[in-house]
């Protein structure tokens, strides 16, 4: 993806610092406490007609012509409607919908993009189906674990995520689905930057807990045929018995 659309957290506070550099340590920390949170940079709207852009293309050139669908996730509800209507803009309104928590009364002001819990699964039976236009689910918090769908092949990241959050929600377009080869994680903000030190195990010491699939195999039959004898040999005693008696 375009690094530039990355916001560099370590940058940002390096610069910070050299900003502030003659500020007391006091007038510094009520200073970051007034700047702009990430969230604010999240939603600027140049960066946000960016990532839709980029999402829209990428899909185009590399996930669309093969017959898979996608999963978009942003910081929050107010990004699922910013990014909604910005790809209104890119794509046909029908190729993308939201689905978020909603409260339905007059004081969620989201209360327009409320579903019912019918309106939800025929929504993403929708998603599900190949032959059916919508092919964007933009979402924040829900669908990020136990849903299944196997066509769902990307998924573009844009909110922070950590631990057993991120790898579960990654793990959505892990499904098997005829032509699929792989899942895609489109990574927006640089998680995966932490996730790799995370994961940088010791090789040796993962062999030790991962065994390849194709050994598996292998050894299943042997295993298998250990198991059976154990069986017949208490049959054989059973039988014996009997026989005594």
Not at 151 to 170: E, F, G, S, T, W
Request: aromatic content about 6%.
């Amino acid at each position: 993806m375009d690094v530039k659309l990355r916001i560099d957290k370590v940058a940002i506070d390096e610069a910070y610092q050299q900003i502030t550099g003659e500020l007391s340590e006091q007038d510094r920390d009520d200073l970051a406490k007034r700047a702009a949170k990430m969230a604010v940079l999240i939603k600027t709207p140049s960066r946000v007609q960016a990532i839709c852009r980029h999402i829209v293309n990428h899909y185009r050139e590399k996930v669309e012509p093969n017959g898979f669908k996608a999963q978009v996730v942003t910081f929050d509800r107010e990004c699922c409607v910013l990014y909604k209507r910005v790809m209104d803009e890119l794509v046909d309104p029908e190729a993308s919908a939201i689905v978020m928590h909603t409260q339905g009364g007059k004081s969620d002001d989201y209360s327009e993009w409320k579903l019912s819990k019918d309106e939800e699964q025929k929504l993403l039976d929708r998603f599900r189906d190949s032959g059916d236009p919508l092919k964007f689910l933009v979402v924040t918090s829900k669908l990020l674990t136990g849903f299944d769908a196997p066509i769902l092949q990307v998924m573009y990241l844009d909110k922070p995520m950590r631990d057993h959050n991120l790898l579960q929600a990654i793990c959505r377009t892990n499904r098997v689905y005829p032509g699929k080869t792989h899942g895609l994680i489109v990574d927006y903000l640089g998680i995966f930057d932490d996730v790799a030190c995370a994961l940088d195990f010791d090789e040796k010491a993962v062999q030790k807990v991962i065994t390849d699939l194709e050994e598996l195999k292998k050894e299943l039959p042997v295993q298998a045929a250990k198991c059976l004898g154990v069986f017949h040999r208490t049959r054989a005693q059973e039988r014996a018995s009997r026989n005594r008696a």
